[in-house]
């Protein structure tokens, strides 16, 4: 198995920077907008997310917590059932616009579980996606994000890592493993 780094602490700063400034030009002071992210990885993303934007507007910027696991497809096809993360959306959704924030878009089947997970809480206003991994083959729906950190030509059986110093790493990284 090969692992190679492919963005590193500061490339990821900039990148989250970047990623906060075009959320900013599209939505505001996030006065009418939130940002969702889904259980368990996107959370780590959204969090930094919502700490860059509230750095930048000097405001509180609403984030909640989305648990897709009753809602994928596959759920019933797998051996053992998965624990269940917890969702945790402490605002109306009615009518806000929300950005769902992952860190990986594969397939795209865990966005479309989103969406129908998310529709049980609340009918958006507008609904777009955020993520920092594109890996740009492979998606077996019609869905793409509307912000990307970075896009990857991967091959099914690579894997893209993100590691975040919250989950006790010493610096933030992504990896590309085959
Ligand atoms: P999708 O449902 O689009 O196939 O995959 C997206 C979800 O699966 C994301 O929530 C992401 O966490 C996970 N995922 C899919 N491919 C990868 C990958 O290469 N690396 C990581 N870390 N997660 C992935
Ligand atoms: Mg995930």
Redo the contacts with the bound molecule.
């Keep these: 198995m090969q692992k190679r780094l492919i963005m590193g602490g500061s490339l990821l700063d900039v990148t989250l920077r970047r990623l906060a400034q075009e959320l900013i030009e599209n939505h505001g002071d996030f006065s009418d907008s939130a940002l969702i992210g889904?259980q368990p990885?996107?959370t780590f993303l959204a969090q930094r997310l919502k700490a860059k934007l509230e750095e930048e507007l000097g405001k509180e910027v609403g984030l909640g917590f989305l648990d897709i696991t009753f809602y994928r497809d596959d759920f019933r096809r797998r051996e053992r059932p998965l624990a269940a993360n917890q969702t945790d959306i402490p605002f109306l959704l009615e009518g806000k616009k929300v950005v769902l924030v992952?860190?990986?878009?594969?397939?795209?089947?865990?966005?479309r579980a989103a969406l129908d997970a998310m529709m049980a809480f609340g009918r958006p206003g507008k609904v777009e996606l955020l993520t920092l991994?594109n890996?740009r083959y492979g998606r077996d729906l019609p869905i793409e994000a509307h912000y990307t950190g970075k896009s990857f030509d991967?091959v099914r059986s690579?894997?893209?890592?993100?590691e975040w110093t919250e989950q006790g790493h010493d610096e933030d990284r992504v990896w590309l493993t085959d």
């Design positions: 889904l990885r996107g992952d860190d990986v878009l594969f397939t795209g089947r865990s966005v991994a890996r991967t690579q894997r893209i890592e993100v």
